[in-house]
């Protein structure tokens, strides 16, 4: 097997200073343009005493290169991110769940599309870890939140291959490439979180991995159940859309506020997505001409016949909007348009 970055990193000797390090790195394009910690062997060490599997474990193999995600090559992109080493098991469960074939990685770290993978954490651990789902959750400030958002940028790029330009064909990228990562409001949730709603008990931890397009802020002042499900959905309608010409699995980001809002009217989740899927859907007619062939060979299957005046739901399934519960007090959500060739994968994180 050929050496990855990850590989040539752990053995590779450098002057005992971080700027000529970092010079490597960064002519070696074993960063991702940030500044890195230096994964020494100390350090590498330590981060591994975090896991009891064993440093040569393979935990997957990393599309689009196929290189093979070892726990001492996770473990160095953790260190090379800034990670703490008890970020080291939810890695290990993150990588375990982009490699999922539902998740469609190779697709993901190719495209041309903008897609970054967001990882959401739930459960005792995300607490543990501080990470954080209140006040600008999916912004800068929280260590654990940055640097695992770093760190699996990094196993995607140094493990899995994909360089910009070279197998990461992405047109703009997006911000969410340098780090994308936050923790669900468990403690002030109307409904069942996340996990617990795919099947995990509440005392676990997990981690769920989704290819997100990028993020739109909603900043409503509605004040019912109906006029709020009316104008998120009406967000979501847009015709340069790969959701629509594919059939996606759109993600939001509840607002406290809003939540409570169909709490308060008694809205359970499976209504919220109910409501937002019939809402949103779009004529054909408003996609552009190669657009319409596309959702033909696409959707056809699930649909029949599409006609102009065909309407398109978002996703095939009301099911498939999914919501979580994040952020600090404000009249704001967010719509996390996604990938559309994708469906988000959840791993129960174990030492």
């Known amino acids: 097997m050929n050496a990855t970055p990850a590989d040539r990193a752990a053995t ?10 970092n010079r490597i790195y960064r002519d070696k394009r074993w960063s991702d343009g940030l500044p890195i910690v ?9 981060m591994l005493q975090a896991t009891r599997r ?5 935990i997957a193999s990393v599309a689009p290169g196929f290189g093979a995600a070892t726990v001492e090559r996770i473990a160095i992109n953790a260190v090379l991110a800034g990670c703490d080493p008890e970020c080291l098991p939810v890695l290990i469960a993150a990588t375990a769940a982009v490699a999922d074939p539902a998740f469609n990685l190779q697709g993901i770290q190719a495209t041309t599309n903008p897609v970054a993978v967001w990882l959401v954490i739930n459960g005792p651990l995300a607490r543990q870890l501080q990470v954080n789902a209140g006040f600008n959750c999916i912004g800068q400030g929280a260590w654990a939140n940055a640097t695992l958002g770093r760190a699996m940028r990094l196993i995607l790029q140094n493990i899995g291959g994909a360089l910009p330009g070279e197998m990461d064909r992405a047109t703009h990228g997006q911000p969410g490439k340098y780090s994308f990562c936050c923790a669900e409001n468990e403690d002030n ?6 996990h617990v709603e795919r099947g995990f008990a509440a005392t676990e931890s997990t981690v769920t991995v989704v290819g997100a397009e990028g993020t739109m802020n909603m900043n409503t002042h509605a004040k019912t159940a109906d006029e709020l499900a009316r104008v998120i959905a009406e967000t979501m309608v847009h015709p340069p859309s790969n959701e629509y010409v594919h059939g996606g699995e759109p993600w939001f980001i509840l607002g406290t506020e809003h939540a409570e809002i169909f709490r308060r009217e008694g809205w359970d989740k499976p209504r919220v997505k109910r409501e937002l899927w019939q ?27 599409l006609s102009e005046d065909t309407l398109l739901p978002i996703s095939p399934r009301p099911e498939d909007i999914q919501l979580i519960v994040a952020g600090g007090p404000g009249t704001h959500s967010v719509y996390v348009p996604c990938f559309g060739n994708t469906r988000a994968v959840t791993c129960r994180i174990e030492d």
């Not at 779009?282 to 060979?297: D, G, P, T």
């Open 54 to 58: 064993k440093r040569d474990e393979v």
């Open 38 to 46: 230096p994964p020494t062997a100390a350090r590498v060490e330590r």
């Open 12 to 21: 590779f000797e450098a002057p005992d200073d971080v700027d000529a390090i």
């Open 279 to 305: 809402r949103s859907k779009m004529a054909v007619k408003h996609l552009s001409f190669n657009e319409i062939e596309r959702a033909r060979a696409s959707r056809t299957p699930e649909l029949g016949p």
């Open 189 to 194: 949730h109307p409904w069942q979180p996340l």
